[in-house]
């Protein structure tokens, strides 16, 4: 402990450590590890990183309540049971399982360590898993809580999840979600929320986007009109890709899936459509009841937003969204190129309903819709667009600096005074070098710092200098706090 | 899919869901899982804990950021090098270990299988474990990012640990932390500025409180007025478990530990004094330097805060603390049962300062204080003593509530109109017996319903019913809006 006591807070700046060096506390032994490291995949935030996420985490969260939606939170820790089998094979592999606790080896399946399986071992030596995304550990929640919640459930959740995906620019293993859900009705007074919701998010950051809409009844529809019910889904995977590979693509992975040249023609001929009416007439289309009872559900959001200023909302007849368990209206959310030239992300949002969510954990029918936002990739565009506002990396509007212990004292109690306003501020905790003060309240970007000299102390005064023009004056602690507020 | 479409919405309440089911969807089958279930120790947060969490953090968070502290953010998994060996034997067992991803029984340690060693196997299938606690993160954090940081370095941190103890009524697997930190700096300001911090936050909460204060030093000036330098940590070990185990406890507890009647006894008697002058004055006390060294850290602590509204900071002789790091003040905060009989809670926070936190990453002799808070408890303290805002349960002030479409159109309207003036609302979705949605509005504890029938349709106008005292009114939406502003 003595020598402990006796050690000096010498602070040394240093590119990278890299030599080990052994140190005693409490007479007790330690080697220090050189480079500490983090988890590929993983990242430390910055408080100007925390700040700028908690803006957009901030705004959205505002939003989702403005509309009624409420907060849940569920454990990162969730039992293999409810994740193994809901993202297939590829999520199994990319789940993250958390070895049990205490002598896990006791009930080691050994025949599967024989076999080097080590897939086939993990049930007998891990019990639980990271939550991969939000969306089925809602579902179990509502299950589980099924006696506790109204319906219908309106609710928002705002937490990271983890995957073992291969780590990669933009790409983490840790990441945030942020999922707005309604389960437990079929209105499609939802949909038109959840539009209106993305509008205002994306206003209020100042993205322009469009707001893409289809449904799955639709794309079915394309589908019969086609004959191809039977191979709806493997239709739907290949008018996914239509972006990214083209009207030629498309054509080639729908005949590798036993699509005739001729149904691929129907379907690419119909995906051009310009608007939902003239889908509507279209006479092959017509035939198919359930693609019309989406041209009813599309046409129904629309209305309801008939009289609003919201116009970024728009039909997008190719939209089909990968995940099989949509049912009705998918949405998607793109910046808008045209505003934004220098964006070229992809999606930054998207969702749609589903009728049966909660299946999977004994519950069959409850209907519901729901989307997501890219908080990353919205992080990242806000960035690129220098949309972040400036006030976010403030820290404190002003610091107390000071030449002696007596300063120091002046200065802790001027501070109380300012804080007890309800205004925030620090005070350089040393009489160091009036420099060093100064660079620190310039490196914390700190717009005024306010210095008790001898001077100052005896007049009962404060010199403020503005750090920006550099302009200097003499005020009273009563004027600064007015000057604040 | 089809199968899919036709499914009902219906949802049964049941207490518990015992049945297993099939289903199919997209021509797949699943096989329902059966009362889907939590990991022990985890849990789920309701909407009304999530926002009474929220409640506690954001005051926490408004008054570090108040101080000029800074929020970071560390990852969920470290390197399981970063945290083995910092929390002690026990604590190596109780952090969870992540399985390695893929093929992890091809680097498996065959020995230690064999040995059916199953902390010695995890060193080869598990590189990752989940943070334990936000102290060795952050100290790792510094480290790294040394060249990014200023000092002195002000940071808070809110964010969940996990750990494998054994759950009991209390004591979760997953729950949170929030530690405020300053490293970089010896100065006694930032003691004085963590009681503000203590002080502001149990004010603002409602919770009285005693902030207790002693220092390291003045435990090791015992030590040396009893002759027991060289047993310093056994000493304060046995001191810590004073409130538990009573005087004679702590004797029997010293003997145990090597240490003699008479030297048990010259503790026990300084551990009687009432105040720090009196200790002072001990001359038994008086002969040691670092004692006194410690005496003159908790004065300037006091004298920072002589002329401020802090009185419930008190000096406590006996407050040990277990952790060994701490080298200066020592902080605990008890709930004040004079004031609150009817808590029988331990400490609610609690910290201290420290010479060498990020020496075992390398970085030797970086001075730090910090302190934390157990959000938990003060949880449950709130809920005791019923100091929750009622606000806080409110979801929306309006909800609409309407007999057919057109009134679910109309309602829309006039829900985008109120939360364009920046106030939530919410619209029942379907035109279902009033009854039910009274009921919805009811559940949902929403103040005030807006009903459109066909006279408020016909003649502009709303019906508002105060769902306290049942009184109803008609108003304009124009009125309505003015009347929630």
Known sequence: MSSAFSAKAVFRKRKKIQFSIHYQIDGKCFSAVAK??????????LPVEVNRRKYIFDIVERVFRKYGFLPIET?????????????????????????????????????????????GLVKSISKRGLRYDLTVPFARFVVMN?????????????????RADKPQKGRYQEFFQCDVD??????????AELVCIYHEIFKTLGIHVHILINNRKILFGLAEAAGLADK??????????LDKIGRDGVMREMAQRDITAEQAETVLHLLEVKSIDELAGHPAFQTSETGMKGVAEVRAVFDFLAESDIHDLIFDVSLARGLSYYTGCIF??????????????GSIGGGGRYDNLTGAFGLPGVSGVGVSLGAERIYDVLSELSLFPATIDESVPVIFLCFDAEGLTQAFRYA????????????????????????????????????????????????LKDMITGNQTTVKIEDLITALS
């Not at 500490?36 to 935030?45: A, C, I």
């Not at 506790?148 to 928002?156: D, G, H, S």
């Not at 910046?335 to 070229?344: A, E, K, L, R």
């Open 36 to 45: 500490p490291s983090l988890p590929k995949g993983t990242r430390d935030f």
């Open 75 to 119: 454990p990162a820790m969730e039992s293999l049971e409810t994740l193994l089998g809901k993202y297939g094979d590829e999520g199994d592999k990319l789940l993250f399982k958390v070895l049990n606790n205490g002598d896990y080896l006791k009930d080691a399946d050994e025949k599967a360590y024989e076999n080097k399986d080590s897939f």
């Open 146 to 162: 099924q006696n506790e919640i109204q319906l219908p459930f309106k609710r928002y959740q705002i937490q990271p999840v983890w």
């Open 182 to 191: 309604v389960v437990g009705s079929e209105s499609l007074l939802y949909e």
């Open 232 to 241: 709806f889904m493997e239709m739907t995977v290949a008018i996914d890709k």
């Open 332 to 345: 998607e959310v793109k910046v808008d190129t045209q505003y934004h030239p220098s964006i070229s992300m």
């Open 416 to 463: 109380m005074a300012i804080r007890t306003a309800g205004i925030a501020c620090e005070v350089y905790p040393e009489a160091k070098p009036m420099k060093k003060q100064m660079k620190y309240a310039n490196d914390r970007a700190i717009p005024y710092v306010a210095i008790l000299g001898a001077n100052e102390l005896q007049q009962g005064t404060i010199s």
